[in-house]
DNA sequence: TGCTATTCGTACTGTGTGGTACCAAAACAA
DNA sequence: TTGTTTTGGTACCACACAGTACGAATAGCA
């Protein structure tokens, strides 16, 4: 939170609100995708002008990339949650495999992981935030796999980091199955499949 | 091949070789991304105007489900000859996973893969296309599969069918991987674990 | 020399995009 | 009342896109 707004004394009083603005950017980006989601249909959906959302964000980029953040705070960080639960590799993979399978959040898929399939048609700002949280995924994946490598619950063989590579990218292929129609029990299937590797000799 | 052009004895002679067109769309298609290559853009590369194009392929859906015919004929039929082999379990999995990992044809990734990843961009007769594409591949997945549990090479306690695309999907994971710029040695790593699933008890 | 058939490319259409110039509306301060 | 400040939205801009109308060019046939 950057942005502080000392609500001028002065002017015309604003009529829109931000927040509720931001609510229904987030939602088109996420439930469609971002890359199919213009500047106008936002505004529509809004019931807002065009200059006024630019007054308010600057650009595409400053939206998207405010929708992102939003994003991140109220449902990315659920994962987050999951993974700093501590209550052991198996439940805790298990845990993940609930949500990526089954959470009706995840239906239409993620908009991060919509975001960065699509890397390179965003604005530079968004393209920023979207290699910092992936970056910070890793380094959670990586974390817990190392907290199970410590309790001895995981094997030796593969690298932290090549294992916390792996474990980010099946959850993601199957939140990306959720985003195109997949039967959630097929995936939940294949993601458990893919995931015994950490629970097997 | 259904199309017969009779070459016909009269008219101004075409200068237009569709073939090398094609070449240059499936080509631009594949290095960049089906949705990020406009008609434009591939008329200046090959040299000609777009009513050329046009007359040639009819629409935008018809010039890229030409050059997805293509791609199919002359590099995904590689991977078929590999699930064709008859190698045995083992030996076919390793060869998918050199493909996947090291062939340098997919360092900048597979067209199929990505025209399936963007499905509702496609035009109806590319997407109908990219949809037979994708049954024809779960089928030679499932009767390799199919194969080598007839050989006792693999154990039960999976269905063929949910093997079969787990299979594809790690392959089209890994080779995704590839078009983002992942490094090949992280890639065969992470896609020798996914499939370590298929040759362990 | 026409006449017909076919391909050529220039120049256009209409639509959608991200982004903005500009002025009216609405508040407080003088 | 008269400025000043802020927000509002209409109407525009330039650009890129897919697709096309149309006349010039080039061939064989009469």
Same mark, same amino acid.
């Given at each position: 939170m950057?942005? +502080?707004?000392?609500?001028?004394?002065?002017?015309?009083?604003?009529?829109?609100?931000?927040? @509720?603005? #931001?609510?229904?950017?987030m939602? +088109?980006?996420?439930? &469609?995708?971002?890359?199919?989601?213009?500047?106008?249909?936002?505004?529509?959906?809004?019931?807002?002008?065009?200059?006024? %959302?630019?007054?308010?964000?600057? &650009?595409?980029? =400053?939206?998207?990339?405010a +929708?992102l953040d939003r994003y991140a705070e109220q449902v990315l960080s659920e994962?987050f949650?999951?993974?700093?639960?501590?209550?052991? %590799?198996?439940?805790? /993979?298990?845990?993940?495999?609930?949500?990526? &399978?089954?959470?009706?959040?995840?239906?239409?898929?993620? #908009?991060?992981?919509?975001?960065?399939?699509?890397?390179?048609? %965003?604005?530079?700002?968004?393209?920023?935030?979207?290699?910092?949280?992936?970056?910070?995924? @890793?380094?959670?994946?990586?974390?817990?796999?190392?907290?199970?490598?410590? +309790?001895?619950?995981?094997?030796?063989? %593969?690298?932290?980091?090549?294992?916390?590579?792996?474990? =980010?990218? @099946?959850?993601? /292929?199957?939140?990306? @199955?959720?985003?195109?129609?997949?039967?959630?029990?097929?995936?939940?299937?294949? /993601?458990?499949?893919?995931?015994?590797?950490?629970?097997?000799?």
């Amino acid at each position: 939170m950057s942005e +502080a707004d000392p609500k001028p004394t002065r002017g015309r009083p604003k009529t829109m609100n931000a927040e @509720q603005v #931001l609510d229904v950017a987030m939602t +088109a980006y996420w439930q &469609s995708d971002p890359a199919d989601v213009s500047v106008n249909a936002i505004c529509q959906m809004a019931g807002i002008s065009k200059p006024s %959302l630019y007054r308010e964000f600057g &650009s595409e980029d =400053g939206l998207s990339r405010a +929708a992102l953040d939003r994003y991140a705070e109220q449902v990315l960080s659920e994962m987050f949650v999951i993974l700093n639960g501590g209550t052991g %590799l198996r439940a805790t /993979l298990d845990a993940l495999i609930d949500f990526a &399978s089954d959470d009706p959040r995840m239906e239409t898929g993620c #908009l991060f992981y919509k975001m960065r399939a699509g890397k390179h048609r %965003l604005g530079p700002d968004t393209k920023v935030r979207v290699e910092e949280i992936d970056a910070a995924g @890793q380094a959670a994946y990586a974390a817990f796999l190392q907290a199970a490598r410590d +309790a001895r619950e995981w094997p030796d063989g %593969l690298s932290v980091e090549a294992g916390a590579k792996y474990l =980010g990218e @099946q959850i993601a /292929l199957a939140i990306t @199955q959720r985003a195109s129609g997949e039967d959630p029990a097929r995936i939940r299937e294949m /993601l458990t499949l893919a995931l015994s590797v950490f629970t097997r000799p």
